[in-house]
């Protein structure tokens, strides 16, 4: 296991648990970081497997939280209704991943020039979006009905195409269905947890026979950097957008896109 390697896969780590729930697409910041740093692992598992560390900061910061409601199952309806409606945001993600996942790992996730692209369009987007006087009728994330859940599940199949970004599709499109930015934010952290625990699956699954000790060492880096970046922003990303809004990301995608393209045209990095 190289230095190198080392340095790289806790940088990247540390880029994924800064990005994973801000809607700026940390697929996409892992893979062109990566691109362009010239690191490879097999399958590209190492951009998904290190996203369960970041889950793991939800979990910590959540867990009260999420077990008043496990608690709370048997003999409360709200609780009940919480956790169908993240299941049944979850369902469209899980089958569309399960059947596109060869697709989207050997082509879309090879494409630099895809995700560079669709950084900028979705920032161009999250600014559009940002600028509309809405009006929100749902403000409490444990109220959301099912059909409003099952709709922001679409809208995390965008994601599959990476420089989406999962929070950002599932942010979006909860907020033009009614909600408001911080039950927004919240919900997509909560549909975060089981999409990505799936996605961890079914990678290591697909991937079994391809690594090596030497990259799950390298994983674990990314995992452990993740974990502790991302309780950061966990933190304090509700206050921030409840008050700013996503201008702030809607730019960071923008330039991080025009930069990635600028990149890719000068030949930096690995072969695009």
Known sequence: MEDQSILSALFLGLIEGLTEF???????HVLLAGHFLGFKSPGNTFA?????????????????????IAVALPTDPGSRRFVAAILVAFLPAAIIGA????????????TPMVICVMLILGGFVLLWVDKLKLTPRYTEVTDY????????????????????????ATIVGALLLGTDKRSAAEFSFFLA???????????????????????????????IAAFLSAL?????????VS?????????????????GLAGLMLGIGGAA
């Open 22 to 28: 801000i809607p700026v697409s940390s697929t996409a």
């Open 99 to 110: 059947l596109a996942h060869d697709f989207i790992k050997s082509v879309l996730f090879e």
């Open 193 to 223: 947890m089981p999409t990505m625990v799936g996605a961890f699956a079914l990678d290591l699954y697909k991937n079994r026979h391809a690594l090596s000790f030497d990259d799950g060492a390298i994983i674990g880096i990314g995992f």
């Open 48 to 68: 998904v497997l290190i996203q369960l560390g970041a889950i793991l900061a939800i979990l910590s910061v959540y867990f009260r939280k999420l077990f008043l």
């Open 145 to 168: 009905p099912l059909s409003l859940a099952f709709k922001i599940g679409l809208c995390q199949c965008l994601a599959m195409i990476p420089g989406t970004s999962r929070s950002g």
């Open 232 to 240: 950061l922003v966990v933190k304090a990303l509700l206050d921030f």
């Open 243 to 259: 008050k700013r809004g996503y201008a702030l990301f809607a730019w960071w995608r923008i330039v991080v896109g025009v930069l």
